[in-house]
């Protein structure tokens, strides 16, 4: 692959007034969240643009809108329209001035490219400047920032940029979190060799298998140890680059794994072993962490009957006592959970080097840590009603006050 590079970025460097400005993802996810109908605040934006097609901060918009509102095919191609207009815009901060000046470098995609800060810094005396590098295209002026945080999130669509922010943060002259040569180690195919040597964790090995490759093993032409070595039934197959439990599905024989290849187009999946994580009363419990300087910090669990658990089909707004359970995971977790599996997720930090990333993890039955995935786009949020969910405000406070002050801290602000 030819490396593609980007222009150096001029001095000139712009002022806050010059820079377009958007409401971002965690507002519009906010109001997403709540049910809110977004289609008026879709078509005001559109307004807003047909009045004045410079105005590309209302299509950078309506991009995340079109995704919320399962349209993404549009939405990006409206964002690629605003990208090729101008590839710098802001979130200001709560406060004027802004304590501190955030630069984050982002890719374009959809909303799990990018690592979703919005969230971590909301209502904070923080302006976050968002520079999209894209190929081709010369990096515009660059505003005065204390910090710079590579927001790009590991994906295949992601490393050519990626690939072009490790040359560009190489003259860097403020500090960066986030190295961007350190983000692909945490793919699929790479986390579980990444975190082998650290005792304490289950992470089954997960290889990328090409179409043809699976349709052979389920004519069974051969066996299923010339697929992932030590495999065995039932395994976990998922498409390459898919997330949000898109396209996953357990595979108990080789029936049921050409009757998946019947139903997707894809030309290559993810496939690893199943790792039956039931606690002993039959259900499952999937737990979100976040980690900022190697230390870890509860976001969510969520309990369920069906081992592919997600927070918002998990049951949890239904239940009292599964909230109940959340609850006494948080609020227990440094000695608990955070104290059971606090070494190894240290450890994962040391081994990654990332100074911030977050881990979707459960305990196996012999009591280590199962890794389901670890990466910097896992969303971290707040947005759950405090009157269903009183004891999580404080909680998501605690990981957004860690964020800003490893912020502050690797700034010198």
């Known amino acids: 692959m030819t490396p593609i590079l980007f222009a150096e970025p001029t001095s000139n460097a712009p002022t806050s007034n010059a820079i377009p400005s958007v409401f971002g993802l965690a507002k519009l ?5 709540d049910g809110v109908d977004l289609g008026p605040t879709w078509q005001r934006l559109a307004t807003r643009f047909s009045q004045n097609n410079a105005d590309v901060a209302a299509l950078m918009d309506m991009c995340i809108l079109d995704q919320l509102l399962n349209n993404a095919d549009r939405g ?73 945080f590579v927001l790009a999130a590991e994906s295949e669509n992601s490393l050519v940029v ?5 040359r560009l943060v190489a003259e860097w002259t403020c500090p960066v979190i986030n190295l961007p040569g350190l983000i692909p180690q945490v ?40 697929l992932l070595p030590g495999g065995r039934f039932p395994l976990i197959v998922r498409p390459r680059d898919s997330h949000a439990g898109l396209g996953l599905a357990k595979i108990e024989d080789r029936a049921a794994a050409l009757s998946y290849l019947s139903e997707r187009q894809e030309t290559e999946f993810y496939v690893s072993r199943f790792v039956d994580y039931r606690s002993p009363d039959g259900l499952y419990r999937k737990y979100r962490v976040a980690v900022i300087e190697g230390k870890a910090f509860p976001t969510h669990m969520g309990i369920s009957d069906h081992w592919m658990i997600h927070y918002l089909n998990a049951g949890m707004l239904e ?26 997720i240290s450890e994962m930090a040391q081994v990654t080097g990332l100074d911030y990333f977050g881990i979707d993890c459960s305990e196996t039955q012999d009591g280590k840590l ?17 009157d269903i969910f009183p004891y999580k405000g404080s909680h998501m406070l605690t990981v957004f006050e860690a964020f800003r002050a490893m912020m502050y801290r690797k700034s010198g602000v």
């Open 29 to 33: 996810g906010k109001m997403a969240f």
């Open 76 to 148: 990006l191609i409206l964002q690629e329209h605003a990208l090729g207009a101008c590839r710098l815009y802001q979130l200001p901060a709560k406060t004027s001035p802004a304590r501190l000046r955030v630069l984050g470098l982002a890719t374009a995609g959809n909303i799990s490219a990018n690592t979703p800060i919005e969230f971590l810094i909301e209502d904070s005396d923080i302006t976050l400047y968002l520079l999209y590098l894209v190929p081709g295209m010369p990096v515009p002026p660059l505003p005065e920032h204390d910090l710079a």
């Open 162 to 166: 990626l690939q072009a922010m490790e």
């Open 187 to 226: 793919g699929r195919e790479h986390l579980y060799k990444v975190l082998a040597p650290i005792s304490g964790i289950e992470i089954p090995a997960t290889v990328l298998v090409q179409r043809t490759l699976w349709e052979r093993f389920g004519n069974g032409e051969i066996p299923v140890e010339s």
């Open 319 to 344: 239940s009292a006592e599964k909230r109940a359970e959340e609850e006494r995971f948080m609020d227990r977790f440094d000695t608990e959970f955070g104290l059971r599996h606090g070494r190894a």
């Open 370 to 386: 199962l890794v389901f995935e670890a990466g910097t786009a896992l969303v971290v949020h707040n947005m759950d009603q405090a």
